[in-house]
């Protein structure tokens, strides 16, 4: 039995204030049957920390260095992540890939260190529309699973499939879209000799506390990458507890 997974992507937004009062909401989600990541900026991965700690919301980071450690200016290290409280590191999402040319192979060098490091990769895969209507979309995403998952042998390795069609624009996958990528995702991952009876996939993209339950009662849906839904307290609550009732 997969325990769901609900992890929310803040991407580049908030301050102090604004976090505080979001922390102490997300709070409010612990103690049901699922488990619960968010994922802050950086600079507020401190102040996360301290108000996560003791309540079973767990933390993660958007991203990380594809080096250890040295001369890396602006960098973050999967150890300084891990310094800072974070259990949880999403690597390879589309916008990293489309907005700061992450290429297989970078992403693959930073599931290496996350990994190394102890920490839990999600990597995330996903077609742009173009590729979707052009029929290469199982393509696309076995050739981003192929790069990333090179190193993975069998770690606990998350992974998310995100359309890049449906990230930011409240169109979201159908749970019939949704489960067939996910089906053919778990079959990639077994055919690489990896447990794909274990392996978690969530949906990413427009996740709502509308559409959230019908996704989550999909089999091969393990759960949700939540971008802008995760940046109000009640609507990532009511996700949360979709994914417990599921
Ligand atoms: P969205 O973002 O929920 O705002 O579509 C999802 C993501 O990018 O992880």
Excluded at 167 to 191: D, L
Excluded at 233 to 246: K, T, V, Y
Aim: hydrophobic share 45%; net charge negative; with cysteine.
């Amino acid at each position: 039995m997969r325990k769901k997974l609900v992890v929310g992507n803040w991407k580049m937004n908030g301050d102090l204030a604004r976090n505080a009062a979001l922390l102490e909401g997300v709070c409010a989600a612990s103690g049901q049957d699922v488990e619960i990541v968010v994922c802050p900026p950086f600079p507020y991965l401190a102040q996360a920390h301290e108000r996560l700690v003791q309540s079973g919301v767990l933390l993660g980071a958007q991203n990380v260095a594809a080096f250890a450690d040295g001369a890396f200016t602006g960098e973050t290290s999967a150890a300084m992540l891990k310094d800072l409280g974070c259990s949880w590191v999403i690597v390879g999402h589309s916008e990293r890939r489309a907005l700061f040319g992450e290429s297989n192979e970078v992403v693959a060098s930073k599931l290496h260190r996350v990994t190394e490091a102890g920490l839990c990769p999600i990597l995330c895969v996903g077609e742009t529309l173009e590729q979707r209507e052009s029929g290469r979309a199982e393509e696309v995403v076995a050739s981003q699973l192929a790069g990333g998952l090179a190193d993975m042998g069998s770690s606990r390795c998350v992974l998310a499939y995100e359309p890049v069609w449906a990230i930011g624009t409240g169109r979201t996958a159908t749970p019939v879209q949704a489960q067939g990528m996910h089906e053919f995702i778990r079959e990639c991952v077994r055919r690489r000799g990896l447990d794909g009876e274990s392996v978690r996939i969530l949906y990413g993209g427009s996740v709502n506390p509308a559409n959230a339950a019908e996704l989550f009662a999909c089999p091969d849906i393990d759960g949700a990458l939540v971008g802008g839904a995760s940046l109000e307290a009640n609507g990532f609550l009511a996700i949360c507890a979709a994914a417990a009732a599921s």
